[in-house]
C-alpha cells in the first residue's frame, strides 16, 4: 500500500521555457527514519513509480532488508516524476511531456530533497530514464551524491537513440495499442541481433 509525501514546489520554469507556478511533488520513505541513516535515493523508470520496495514494489529483488539495498541500514527515498499518475495530483498533470527534460526532473528532485533536509546522498541509483536523472543530479548538484550508481542508462542520448525515440513517439500517437506496441519495438531495441540470435534461434519462446 502506498504512503505517499508531498512538499510543495512553486515557481517552476522548465529549460524550454514552460512555467508552473506550483508542483505537488510526491514521494515515499523506506527503511530507517529520515536522519536516522544514509539516504539512497532511487530513481524510477519511464513507466515506473515511487513504490520501490515492500508490498507491491518493483524493484523488491535489489531493496529490503539484508537486499543489495539494505533497508535496515539504509533510508531509501523515490519519488514519483510529475506527470506519472501515480500520486493522483491533478495539478501535477503535464500537458506536453517534451516541456520536460531530464535536467528539469534533476532540478525538481534537487529542490525536493532541499525542503526535506537532505544535503547529501550516501547514493543515487535509477535505471533507465531515472539513470538519466542520476546522471543530471551529479552534474548539478557536484557535492551531493557519494556514489552514482547509472543502471542502462548514459549521460547523454545517442543520434540513434532519438532515433529509436522518434519512432516510438509515432507508433504512441498512430498505434490502436500504442504502449503495447512502443514497448514490441522497444524490446528490440534493448537487444542485440546476435542476442536474439542466442535466445531464439529462430525457435518460438
Do not use: C
Not at 504512503?3 to 515557481?11: F, G, M, T
Not at 529520515?34 to 519511464?46: C, E, K, W
Not at 534533476?106 to 530514464?129: H, N, P, Q, V
Not at 504512441?172 to 531495441?189: E, Q, T, Y
Amino acid at each position: 500500500m502506498k504512503h505517499l509525501h508531498h512538499i510543495q514546489l512553486e515557481n517552476f520554469t522548465t529549460e524550454s521555457g514552460y512555467y508552473y507556478p506550483e508542483f505537488a511533488l510526491s514521494y515515499q520513505l523506506f527503511g530507517q527514519e529520515l536522519g536516522q541513516a544514509p539516504v539512497v535515493l532511487v530513481n524510477h523508470a519511464l513507466t515506473g513509480n515511487s513504490n520501490v520496495a515492500g508490498e507491491g514494489g518493483w524493484w523488491n529483488s535489489l531493496i529490503g532488508l539484508g537486499k543489495l539495498i539494505d533497508t535496515s541500514k539504509y533510508t531509501v527515498i523515490a519519488f514519483n516524476i510529475p506527470g506519472n499518475g501515480y500520486d493522483e495530483v491533478e495539478a501535477n498533470r503535464i500537458d506536453n511531456y517534451e516541456d520536460f527534460t531530464a535536467r528539469d526532473i534533476a532540478r525538481l528532485f534537487g529542490f525536493g530533497l532541499e525542503k526535506i533536509g537532505i544535503d547529501r546522498l550516501y547514493a543515487a541509483i535509477g535505471g533507465s530514464l531515472g539513470g538519466s536523472i542520476a546522471w543530471e543530479m551529479a552534474v548539478l548538484l557536484p557535492d551531493l551524491i557519494e556514489n552514482l550508481v547509472p543502471v542502462a542508462s548514459d549521460w547523454k542520448a545517442s543520434d540513434w537513440i532519438l532515433a529509436h525515440n522518434k519512432t516510438q513517439q509515432q507508433i504512441l500517437s498512430n498505434s490502436s495499442k500504442p504502449v503495447h506496441d512502443a514497448r514490441m519495438m522497444a524490446m528490440l531495441f534493448y537487444r542485440t541481433a546476435e542476442s536474439f540470435k542466442e535466445k531464439f534461434n529462430r525457435t518460438r519462446n
